[in-house]
């Protein structure tokens, strides 16, 4: 590996391996090194957390998507001196919506009573934008990925994650530079929430893309968040410089 290159520890979502990065990854270019995290091999939280704290550098560039952009805000929080940036997609400091618990609690229930046959129509219609629910090379990955993860996985990473704290007051704790990208049409998380994240963040870049974006934001508008993430990334703050000082984040 190139040494100058920006290593990019990515904690995927619920039942997502390293498929969920393989849009973003080119679209970022050759000056990054993504390093996937492959949180499906965990089976608790405590798992899930020990394999964030063992396997991300010790000055990190995390990023995490759903699922993992609130476990890489756990860790940020329980180790803030080992993260350098953070990068937080498609996800809420406060939690999951209660329409989104009680959609997992009735998955789960019928789960245990059947086997598991892949990720439904009606799934994939909360996690898409309408205009890709017909686009068959994001939701054949997004059904691959299901089937190859399977019910053991899906039912780990639910039961364990369902009950998530509200983080949003330890907020200011995270003086690096940590951005937040979101999707208005994100029928999963509330976009009011990132506003609020963004406001208590001392070095909060958001970034709510607009059009033809659901939750899947890594395979649905893949160009849009590396643009945003090479801004942040390579924005001459957003490093230590050797004697540990940070320049002041540019203005919103």
Request: negative net charge; contains cysteine.
């Amino acid at each position: 590996m190139n040494n100058t290159k920006i290593r990019l520890d990515c904690i995927p979502g619920t039942l997502c391996d390293e498929r969920l990065w393989s849009r973003l990854a080119p679209a970022l270019g050759d000056a990054f090194h993504v390093q996937h995290m492959p949180l499906h091999q965990a089976r608790t939280r405590a798992q899930m957390q020990s394999m964030i704290a063992s396997q991300s550098a010790p000055q990190a560039h995390l990023v995490g998507f759903s699922l993992g952009a609130y476990l890489a805000l756990e860790h940020a929080l329980a180790h803030p001196q080992r993260v350098q940036s953070l990068t937080l997609i498609a996800n809420s400091a406060q939690g999951l919506l209660p329409a989104e618990i009680e959609a997992r609690q009735r998955i789960v229930a019928m789960l245990e009573r059947n086997a598991y046959a892949g990720i439904t129509r009606q799934r994939l219609r909360e996690l898409l934008h309408p205009s890709h629910l017909d686009d068959v090379a994001i939701t054949g990955l997004i059904q691959q990925m299901g089937l190859d993860l399977g019910k053991e996985v899906l039912l780990a990473q639910f039961l364990t994650t369902i009950a998530r704290p509200d983080l949003m007051a330890r907020l200011p704790e995270l003086d690096f530079p940590v951005l937040i990208v979101g999707a208005e049409d994100d029928k999963l998380v509330n976009p009011d929430d990132l506003r609020a994240m963004a406001a208590r963040l001392p070095q909060a870049t958001l970034h709510l893309l607009k059009d033809n974006t659901g939750h899947m934001i890594p395979l649905e508008a893949p160009g849009a968040l590396a643009q945003a993430m090479r801004a942040h990334l390579e924005a001459p703050g957003n490093f230590n410089d050797n004697d540990g000082h940070r320049a002041m984040p540019p203005p919103l």
